[in-house]
């Protein structure tokens, strides 16, 4: 089985340039290791590039080594479609169904691996959702989650995702560990016992029998999965088709451009408010509603945060569901 490995950047401010710069050199690194093991692996990189970052140094520096390597795919956008567009142009681009094939979307910034032990666990695990026969593998961070600099906008992200994780169904995305498979430290204590959804590290099994399935429902609600809508959908649909492999990859800090408090909490607001109305627009509204107004929900997430942050992410995303 063929494996595909696309590391995925969006290039938008300063930040994001830095971020590719650094991000390409391990990149590169890594596609020397698969090249010197002769892994059946094809390494690549999707890149978002909005203006007027097309002229930056960084990217033009960055397409060039591409350009020089040769054997890394580059998929190109010089349009910011959102994030879930991105995701879709690597999870079910059409160009790798012609054969049995795992494809892994991986932000660059933090899982692409540095040395050979992390290469082991980052290929083991992404083979394993082949092995299991799995339609998806989500790949669960090895280190705490930070989705923002502000704790109360990091801590309300947090919680919209673990309501998604609960609206999934019990323990679907939870890693299972034990003696000989430890849970690493420091890992945020909520998806810990409820599982991570969304972590950036995605795999499909393209010939599982539910995959054309999967691309005829996400083709059909593509319009409303521009965002990170997309994760979340992907998060809550798959588990109704097949099976879904979970496990802790090699994670690396992720960082984010200065922005202040307010800014940061509005911006938590508005991606818990708009990405739930974008689902509820789509086959999984019931299913989501089910669990924002099954009071077992919110009993749950208070064991993790205080209940005035709950209770706002809450009524937040009911709003959004009417």
Do not use: C
Not at 20 to 48: W, Y
């Amino acid at each position: 089985m063929t494996t595909y490995i696309i590391a995925r950047q969006w290039v938008g401010n300063e930040s994001t340039a830095q971020s590719l710069e650094e991000g390409i050199e391990r990149l590169v690194d890594f596609n020397d290791i698969v090249a010197q093991r002769k892994d059946n692996i094809t390494v690549g990189i999707k890149l978002t590039v909005t203006p007027p970052y097309h002229q930056h140094q960084a990217v033009g520096n960055t397409r060039a080594l591409l350009k020089e390597n040769g054997n890394i795919l580059e998929f190109y956008d010089p349009q910011d479609r959102g994030a879930g567009t991105s995701l879709a142009q690597i999870l079910f681009n059409s160009s790798f169904w012609g054969e049995k094939a795992l494809v892994a979307s991986l932000d660059l910034d933090q899982y692409i691996p540095r040395d050979e032990r992390e290469y082991e666990k980052t290929i083991n695990f992404i083979q394993s959702v082949g092995t299991d026969n799995s339609l998806m593998g989500i790949g669960s961070r090895s280190r705490e989650v930070r989705l923002s600099t502000d704790d109360e906008a990091n801590q309300l992200r947090i919680i919209h995702e673990l309501i998604n994780a609960i609206a999934a169904g019990k323990d679907i995305y939870k890693v299972e560990t034990n003696r000989a498979n430890p849970r690493p430290s420091g890992i945020t204590p909520g998806y810990a016992q409820l599982g991570e959804t969304t972590p950036g590290f995605y795999v499909v099994n393209t010939q599982h029998p539910q995959f054309p399935k999967l691309v005829a429902n996400i083709t059909l609600h593509a319009p409303h999965l521009t965002g990170f809508a997309m994760d979340y959908y992907l998060a809550l649909k798959v588990p109704q088709l097949g099976k879904i492999t979970t496990g802790y990859v090699p994670t690396h800090s992720n960082d984010f451009p200065p922005s202040d408090q307010q800014a940061q909490r509005q911006r938590a607001q508005n991606i818990i408010k708009t990405q739930t109305a974008a689902l509820s627009h789509t086959d999984i509204r019931r299913q989501l509603a089910h669990a924002l107004n099954n009071p077992a929900t919110r009993k749950t997430v208070i064991q993790f945060y205080e209940t005035g942050q709950v209770d706002r992410v809450l009524a937040w995303m009911k709003e959004s569901m009417k």
